[in-house]
């Protein structure tokens, strides 16, 4: 039997655009799913300071995403990590625990 589980939104990548989305989507009591193909924070995971961030004089790019990620997940979204949503439309098979049916 497959996992089934019904989303309102489903947004592919998470990086900061991805997460801010759901942060939004959450909020207005979408039920939201991240689709990510490696880890969440996307380039900003690179950023080794962000400096000047109100509130923050200097935090690491990674960290920063941590706590979005985290922040998301407290809202209620569900993340999936490993999973290429493209690849996955293209093979039509599962990846990862998920399974795409068009
Ligand atoms: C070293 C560095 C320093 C930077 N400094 C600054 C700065 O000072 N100020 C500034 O404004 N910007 C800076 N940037 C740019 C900033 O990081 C980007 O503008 C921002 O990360 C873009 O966010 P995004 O969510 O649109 O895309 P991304 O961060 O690229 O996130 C996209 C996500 O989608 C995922 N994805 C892609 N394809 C698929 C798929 N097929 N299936 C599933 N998931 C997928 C990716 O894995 C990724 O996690 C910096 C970037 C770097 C690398």
Same mark, same amino acid.
């Given at each position: 039997m497959k996992p089934t589980k019904q989303y309102d939104i489903i947004? #592919?990548?998470?990086?900061i655009a991805g997460l801010t989305s759901a942060i939004y989507t959450s909020r207005a009591k979408l039920r939201t799913l991240i689709l990510e193909k490696n880890?969440?924070?996307g380039l900003v995971n690179w950023a080794i300071d962000i400096e000047n961030f109100p509130s923050y004089e200097k935090l690491g790019g990674m960290e920063f995403m941590?706590?979005?990620? *985290?922040?998301?997940?407290? #809202?209620? *979204?569900?993340?999936e990590e490993i999973v290429d949503v493209i690849e *996955?439309?293209?093979?039509?098979?599962?990846v990862g625990r998920?399974?795409?049916d068009f």
């Open positions: 947004i #592919l990548g998470g990086g880890v969440c924070g941590e706590k979005v990620k *985290a922040q998301v997940e407290r #809202l209620g *979204a569900d993340i *996955a439309m293209e093979k039509r098979e599962i998920w399974v795409f």
